[in-house]
């Protein structure tokens, strides 16, 4: 009975070691999908900043360029303001200078063959 008792204890050990061993094993693969998923977390994380940091400056980017646009815009309508302003200086001063000339000559006679 003893030798029995011995064989059993024996499977019994031999059975518990082979099932730490699966454990072990089971942990081990369980381990390396964490590290494996940890890798990929990271990475989703750098080109997540990645992203980000192409969208923010874009976003900058194209900021920039309407303040720029703005800018040249305004002064072109500046511009334009001081071109017409000088226009309209010019013509008011043709026609005070006309009025002047008009007055200080002589009535302007047509001769009759013109007529």
Do not use: C
């Not at 061993?21 to 900043?49: D, P, S, W, Y």
């Amino acid at each position: 009975m003893a030798e029995v008792v011995g064989a059993t204890e024996a499977r019994n050990q031999t059975r518990f070691a082979e099932m730490l061993g699966e454990m072990r094993t089971g942990f081990a693969e369980i381990r390396g999908e964490v590290k494996e998923n940890n890798t990929l977390l990271l990475e989703e994380k750098a080109g997540r900043r990645v992203t980000n940091s192409l969208v923010i400056g874009s976003a900058l980017t194209i900021a920039a360029l309407v303040v720029a646009i703005f800018a040249l815009g305004a002064q072109w309508f500046n511009n334009g303001l001081v071109v017409r302003d000088a226009a309209h200086d010019a013509a008011k001063e043709a026609v005070e200078q006309y009025r002047r000339n008009v007055e200080t000559t002589a009535p302007l006679v047509i001769p009759p063959q013109a007529r």
